[in-house]
T-cell receptor
Framework: GQQLNQSPQSMFIQEGEDVSMNCTSS?????WLWYKQDPGEGPVLLIA?????ELTSNGRLTAQFGITRKDSFLNISASIPSDVGIYFC?????????????FGKGTLLTVNP | NAGVTQTPKFQVLKTGQSMTLQCAQD?????MYWYRQDPGMGLRLIYY???????DKGEVPNGYNVSRLNKREFSLRLESAAPSQTSVYFC???????????FGPGTRLTVL
């Protein structure tokens, strides 16, 4: 099946620093999604990307759909303590009426105040 | 709108006991999913239902059964719980398969 490689697995940063994480796949995806999971909660959608090359922002978050359609990037600028959590990428590879999302294993972000 | 609701929020079982995790959504979504989340393993799909009346196995279906009761509700049953099923279980739904999924708050299950 399709697999997503998400990196890094974890990050420890100081408040105010910028953060970058990415997901790569050996397969082409039609949609890329980025979710955030706060401690003790379910994942919440941050950004959705639908076209190769698309760059979309949501406040301090910016995500890009890679030109090859095999990768996506998420950047967080000027991190704050509430950015702490697990960030998941997810992709939709298409392929029929029963296709479903594939999730990366997540990036655990810790922000030191 | 409540979105996706899950009950119970916490549960402790003994090995061999059975239980059903309940999930409901009020967004008129067609597709629903059950995931488990373990440390370092990300979200692993247990079962999904692309539409009312259909269910399919995901990545880790062994030891579980599901029922798509109606368009709103999708339950997950553990017939004979094992310690390896200690996990956090998330239900999710989407308008159609492969579209953005909305997650519930999770059920934290411990099997002793």
């Amino acid at each position: 099946g399709q697999q997503l490689n998400q990196s890094p697995q974890s990050m420890f940063i100081q408040e105010g620093e910028d953060v970058s994480m990415n997901c790569t796949s050996s397969s082409i995806f039609n949609t890329w999604l980025w979710y955030k999971q706060d401690p003790g909660e379910g994942p919440v959608l941050l950004i959705a990307l639908y076209k190769a090359g698309e760059l979309t922002s949501n406040g301090r978050l910016t995500a890009q759909f890679g030109i090859t359609r095999k990768d996506s990037f998420l950047n967080i600028s000027a991190s704050i303590p509430s950015d702490v959590g697990i960030y998941f990428c997810a992709g939709d590879g298409g392929g029929g009426s029963n296709y479903k999302l594939t999730f990366g294993k997540g990036t655990l972000l810790t922000v030191n105040p | 709108n409540a979105g996706v609701t899950q009950t119970p929020k916490f549960q402790v079982l003994k090995t061999g006991q059975s239980m059903t995790l309940q999930c409901a959504q009020d967004m008129n979504h067609n597709s629903m999913y059950w995931y488990r989340q373990d440390p370092g393993m990300g979200l692993r799909l247990i079962y999904y239902s692309a539409s009312e009346g259909t269910t399919d196995k995901g990545e880790v279906p062994n030891g579980y059964n599901v029922s798509r009761l109606n368009k709103r509700e999708f339950s997950l049953r553990l017939e004979s719980a094992a310690p390896s099923q200690t996990s956090v279980y998330f239900c999710a739904s989407s308008e159609f398969s492969g579209r953005r999924e909305v997650f519930g708050p999770g059920t934290r299950l411990t099997v002793l």
